[in-house]
């Protein structure tokens, strides 16, 4: 576990309200093939495919397993909102997240299961490692950046209407066009 200088616990660089989080592993030795198939099956569950956006645990921007150093090296590097123990409660109490992520960490070494959160703190804190450096290319949270989606989606909608043609005209509106025409 990284510390600050007055030897406080860091659990990753903060920017705004999210987190970043890395986390660095020795492969059990012959236990690559077995790892590489138990990570082609979390990129193949509902919420980790490529375009889904269900992750089971919601707080989570982006999360990325790295093999490396000839499948003798994991890496699990991800960004999240809110506090790390939230995060980690999160991970903990989401069952199916929960049991990819045993059938990937087994692989490693000095994994002996997730019994209950004090196992899951314990072996990620011997993993963890915090980012030298972190920056972040947008503001918002997970769920800040899903509604301003699903708002989108929304006034899309309206500007397709037949009948949007005149209520667009209002004063009001002309600062949320003149953005909408970028």
């Not at 690559?32 to 707080?59: C, E, F, H, N, V």
């Not at 045993?102 to 072996?123: C, N, Q, S, W």
């Not at 009001?172 to 953005?179: R, W």
């Amino acid at each position: 576990m990284a510390t600050t200088a007055q030897g406080t616990p860091e659990h990753g660089v903060s920017v705004g309200p999210t987190s970043e989080f890395s986390l660095f592993f020795r492969v059990k030795p012959g236990d690559g093939p077995g790892l590489r198939t138990a990570l082609g099956d979390l990129q193949k569950t509902p919420g980790y495919r490529p375009g889904d956006y269900g992750m089971a645990i919601s707080s989570i921007h982006e999360a990325r397993f790295v093999l490396f150093d000839d499948d003798t090296q994991l890496a699990f590097i991800t960004s999240f909102d809110g506090p790390w123990d939230a995060y980690m409660e999160d991970f903990f109490m989401s069952g199916p997240t929960l049991a990819l992520f045993d059938a990937i960490f087994r692989h490693t070494e000095g994994y002996d299961g997730l019994p209950d959160l004090a196992a899951v703190k314990r072996f990620v804190f011997g993993a963890q490692q915090t980012a030298t450096a972190y920056a972040r290319n947008y503001g918002g949270t997970v769920k800040e950046l899903r509604k301003a989606q699903r708002v989108n989606a929304a006034f899309q909608q309206v500007l397709d209407h037949p009948d949007a043609a005149a209520a667009l005209q209002h004063p009001a509106l002309k600062p949320l066009l003149e953005e909408a025409a970028d």
